[in-house]
T-cell receptor, first 114, second 113 residues
Framework: DGGITQSPKYLFRKEGQNVTLSCEQN?????MYWYRQDPGQGLRLIYY???????QKGDIAEGYSVSREKKESFPLTVTSDQKNPTAFYLC?????????????FGSGTQLSVL | AQKITQTQPGMFVQEKEAVTLDCTYD???????LFWYKQPSSGEMIFLIY??????QNATEGRYSLNFQKARKSANLVISASQLGDSAMYFC??????????FGTGTKLQVIP
């Protein structure tokens, strides 16, 4: 059963602590993305990766870091530099065809600050 | 740069009635794609429907149809025969050229029994 798995579903961070959100996909997609969603708002792009060992900053990359050592995995670290980390985080992968790019999403991680 | 605008923060519809959710877009790319996603209270984003800029016909997927008016740069989602399970946030999005996928701010739809 192909898809995108995000874990954990809920995560709590203490002040000054780094936390890592996991994202794994078995869809064999090259591109992967991390979005942040604040209550009642749309999605904002944090980081994306088009290929293994390569990634680019999105619109709100400050305070976050990523790695892409394997095609299947794109973990997101929320560092202590991110002063307002409480949000819903969505990971996605995408496939491109002649008609464009289509995103598939995981079920999300809710991060809260203790 | 790409931009998606959803001007309806919230909508109500009676069960079994049809509802239209508005979406306008702006882009300089000649080739682009337009999407609608549904986000129920559980948080996951569910793909609903896709329209390519060169597609001649409006896209349809079951009870969902996309009213694509290229000259007006609009891509409205029409949900026919609304069901209680349709209550959710709905996001319009677009992709094109070298731009990443851009999302609108969403419309919260509530279906009334």
């Amino acid at each position: 059963d192909g898809g995108i798995t995000q874990s954990p579903k809920y995560l709590f961070r203490k002040e000054g602590q780094n936390v890592t959100l996991s994202c794994e996909q078995n869809l064999n997609h090259d591109a992967m993305y991390w979005y942040r969603q604040d209550p009642g708002q749309g999605l904002r792009l944090i980081y994306y990766s088009q290929i293994v060992n390569d990634f680019q900053k999105g619109d709100i990359a400050e305070g976050y870091s990523v790695s892409r050592e394997k095609k299947e995995s794109f973990p997101l670290t929320v560092t202590s530099d991110q002063k307002n980390p409480t949000a819903f985080y969505l990971c996605a992968s995408s496939i491109k065809d002649r008609r464009g790019e289509k995103l598939f999403f995981g079920s999300g991680t809710q991060l809260s600050v203790l | 740069a790409q931009k998606i605008t959803q001007t309806q923060p919230g909508m109500f519809v009676q069960e079994k009635e049809a509802v239209t959710l508005d979406c306008t877009y702006d882009t300089s790319d000649p080739s682009y794609g337009l999407f609608w996603y549904k986000q129920p209270s559980s948080g996951e984003m569910i793909f609903l429907i896709y329209q390519g800029s060169y597609d001649q016909q409006n896209a349809t997927e079951g009870r969902y149809s996309l009213n694509f008016q290229k000259a007006r740069k609009s891509a409205n989602l029409v949900i026919s025969a609304s069901q209680l399970g349709d209550s959710a946030m709905y996001f319009c999005a677009m992709s094109g050229g070298y731009q990443k996928v851009t999302f609108g701010t969403g419309t919260k739809l509530q279906v009334i029994p």
